[in-house]
Structures are given as structure tokens and as C-alpha cells.
């Protein structure tokens, strides 16, 4: 059973820095792309970052590019999502997500969107005060 905890959130004044951890488990790690999304009050989910475990690669949103830097540690089975710059903007439940990226031979490259993931984490409430 694929299992994903979310944890680092908080308060934080605008121009600090948060990290999210995601720890993973149930799944071969390499096999899957995980990401972090986030939903703030009255809008829709919002894809942020994914990290593919295959090779590292990496896709950002435009709105964190350069202010959030997305990580993995196989080892440890975890995800982080370094946050710097934050904004209240920001402020939301950031969730992580994971999807299989093994497509028979093939490796699959999602979009940066929630319905290209399959399981999700419980969230951690980031706040932003300015």
C-alpha cells in the first residue's frame, strides 16, 4: 500500500524559508515520479514540483520557479521541497503525490497536474503572515 506523510509545515513570515519532507513507503521508489501540490481557500489544487526517481529530473511551476528547489533522498525514501522567498500568497496545504512512471518498457513523463497522480498524502498547512 503505497503510504505518503507529509511534514514541515507552519507559520513563517513572508521572506522566510520551510521545508517539506514526504516520507514514502509501500513502492519502489525509483519506479515513481513524486510531487508536491498545494490548495489554497477558494481555489483549485495547484501542481508546484515533481521529481522524477527514475533519473531526477525535475519540472517547476512558473509561480515557484526559482524560490523552490524540489529534492530526493532514495535512501531515505523521501521527497523535500526546499521553500525560500515565501510569500503570503503561499499560504495553503501543501500535499506530496506520487505516480508510477514504468510504462511496460517505457518510462512516463506526467504533467505537473493532480490527476497524473494516483496517491496522495494527508497535507500540512503552510502559513505565510506579512
Known amino acids: 500500500e503505497v503510504q505518503l506523510v507529509e511534514s514541515g509545515g507552519g507559520l513563517v513570515q513572508a521572506g522566510g524559508s520551510l521545508r517539506l519532507s514526504c516520507a514514502a513507503s509501500g513502492f519502489t521508489f525509483d519506479d515513481y515520479a513524486i510531487g508536491w501540490f498545494r490548495r489554497a481557500p477558494g481555489k483549485e489544487r495547484e501542481g508546484l514540483s515533481y521529481i522524477d526517481n527514475h533519473d531526477g529530473r525535475t519540472r517547476y511551476a512558473d509561480s515557484v520557479k526559482g524560490r523552490f528547489t524540489i529534492s530526493s533522498d532514495a535512501a531515505k525514501n523521501a521527497v523535500y521541497l526546499q521553500m525560500n522567498s515565501l510569500k503570503p500568497e503561499d499560504t495553503a496545504v501543501y500535499y506530496c503525490?506520487?505516480?508510477?512512471?514504468?510504462?511496460?518498457?517505457?518510462?512516463?513523463?506526467?504533467?505537473?497536474?493532480?490527476?497524473?497522480?494516483?496517491?496522495w498524502g494527508q497535507g500540512t498547512q503552510v502559513t505565510v503572515s506579512s
Open positions: 503525490a506520487a505516480t508510477s512512471i514504468k510504462v511496460g518498457g517505457a518510462i512516463y513523463e506526467p504533467l505537473l497536474q493532480p490527476y497524473e497522480f494516483d496517491d
